[in-house]
């Protein structure tokens, strides 16, 4: 009995080891996973390029030249929302936007899906994007302001800004 018990130990190390040798003299590598070490490392490359982000993001709507479409989509060229403070637009950007508004005179009732996919930094980027061209004169908005402006809606993130009304509230409640 014990003899039998010390066989199967023998054996079963003998096994191991043949195991164990094999694979070494065939280079294969012993544990599972260790050969994606080698595999090279993709990085997302996060565009940080104002006008491309303004291309990729917005331009379908608002137009390359801020315009807007009569009707459909609000101009951001010219408009009091985009230049006033820096934290409207942002507000737009991180909630997106549904319900009436007035804008440059004219009265807009559309929806604008949340821009939340871009992070802090490329919001600020194109924030500042749309209060400096087509003749709007606003400041640059920075990273900070967009990193304060997140953690002030971080309760209703997941809510869109229901207009113009709601905008002026938040604008005030600063
Ligand atoms: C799918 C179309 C669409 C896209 C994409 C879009 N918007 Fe909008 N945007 C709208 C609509 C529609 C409104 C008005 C919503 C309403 O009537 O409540 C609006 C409103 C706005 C406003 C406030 C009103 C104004 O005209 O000043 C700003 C600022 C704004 N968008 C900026 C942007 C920026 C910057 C981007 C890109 C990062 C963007 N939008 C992407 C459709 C869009």
């Given at each position: 009995m014990i003899k039998d018990l010390e066989a199967t130990g023998i054996g079963i190390t003998i096994g191991i080891t043949v195991f164990l040798l094999v694979n070494v003299?065939?280079?294969r590598p012993l544990l599972p996973g260790a050969?994606?070490?080698?595999?090279?490392?993709?990085?997302?490359?996060?565009?940080?390029?104002?006008?491309?982000?303004?291309a990729k993001n917005?331009?379908?709507?608002?137009?390359?030249?801020?315009?807007?479409?009569?009707?459909?989509?609000?101009?951001?060229?010219?408009s009091e929302w985009v230049i006033e403070d820096p934290e409207t637009p942002v507000r737009v950007l991180l909630l997106g936007i549904g319900g009436p508004i007035d804008v440059a005179g004219e009265s807009?009732?559309?929806v604008m899906p949340t821009q939340g996919h871009l992070n802090e930094e490329q919001i600020a980027l194109v924030a500042t994007y749309i209060r400096t061209?087509?003749?709007?004169?606003?400041?640059?908005v920075t990273t900070e302001e967009v990193e304060a402006v997140?953690?002030?809606?971080?309760?209703?993130l997941s809510t869109p800004c229901?207009?113009?009304?709601?905008?002026?509230?938040?604008?005030g409640a600063e």
């Amino acid at each position: 009995m014990i003899k039998d018990l010390e066989a199967t130990g023998i054996g079963i190390t003998i096994g191991i080891t043949v195991f164990l040798l094999v694979n070494v003299a065939m280079g294969r590598p012993l544990l599972p996973g260790a050969e994606r070490e080698h595999e090279p490392i993709v990085v997302p490359e996060i565009d940080l390029n104002p006008e491309s982000l303004y291309a990729k993001n917005c331009a379908a709507c608002h137009q390359a030249n801020g315009e807007g479409l009569a009707g459909a989509f609000p101009p951001l060229a010219g408009s009091e929302w985009v230049i006033e403070d820096p934290e409207t637009p942002v507000r737009v950007l991180l909630l997106g936007i549904g319900g009436p508004i007035d804008v440059a005179g004219e009265s807009y009732d559309g929806v604008m899906p949340t821009q939340g996919h871009l992070n802090e930094e490329q919001i600020a980027l194109v924030a500042t994007y749309i209060r400096t061209n087509w003749g709007n004169e606003g400041s640059e908005v920075t990273t900070e302001e967009v990193e304060a402006v997140k953690a002030e809606l971080a309760a209703r993130l997941s809510t869109p800004c229901s207009g113009g009304e709601e905008l002026t509230t938040l604008r005030g409640a600063e």
